[in-house]
């Protein structure tokens, strides 16, 4: 190395200032680091264009863009949509209604009443829901109470959805006291029980 130092204070050779050309002069040949840029380039280009053919290849071998539509005409839907969708068709709006008050039956006529009352059935063509409670007692509350449940249920099913409560006393075997009884006799009831 030469001696020389550079105004910096740096040792080593000094750096070269790069000179345009000449007018009308042969630019020079590139050098390396711009052989690099240029075929980094040149590759990165080209493998886009594969890239993008291999997309349109892939696409048009599914048979172009994938839709939800089948070709049949059906189309994929929610589960509650579907099962909204055959309710409607099958008329099955005031049962599927009706069932769901059954479900929802503490909350409409309170726990304490739910408790001792449970709805059995409801007929659609009379528009009669059938309640059976576990005590006479309760059957009598019941029975008073039936107007305003009736209402209550009508609020919530919609009007005149239900006409009447029916309400069944307490059911079971019947009770066989004593050696003696009455024909017919179903026994003391749960009068007493």
């Known amino acids: 190395m030469s001696g020389e130092a550079d105004p910096a204070g740096r040792r080593g050779p000094a750096p070269v200032p790069r000179q345009s050309p000449p007018p009308g002069a042969q630019p020079s040949a590139p050098s390396g680091v711009d052989l690099a840029r240029v075929a980094l380039r040149a590759a990165k280009e080209a493998a886009q ?18 839709s939800a539509v089948r070709t049949d005409g059906r189309e994929p839907m929610a589960l509650s949509a579907a099962i909204n969708r055959l309710i409607t ?5 005031t049962p599927v ?16 009443l739910a408790k001792h009352c449970v709805p059995q059935r409801y007929d659609e063509d009379e528009r009669v829901l059938t309640v059976q409670c576990d005590s006479t007692a309760w059957a009598t509350q019941l029975r008073v109470l039936a107007p305003s449940l009736v209402a209550r249920l009508n609020e919530a099913l919609g009007h005149g959805t ?3 409560i029916r309400v069944l006393n307490p059911g079971g075997a019947p ?4 050696p003696l009884r009455a024909p017919g006799s179903t026994g003391p009831g749960d009068t007493y029980g």
């Open 89 to 93: 068709e099958r008329g099955w709006e």
């Open 97 to 112: 209604a009706v069932g769901g008050v059954m479900g929802r039956w503490p909350q409409i006529v309170g726990e304490n």
């Open 49 to 66: 264009a594969r890239g993008q053919a291999a997309r349109a290849q892939r696409r048009t071998r599914r048979g172009g863009w994938r």
């Open 175 to 178: 009770r066989r006291h004593g």
């Open 162 to 164: 239900v006409r009447l």
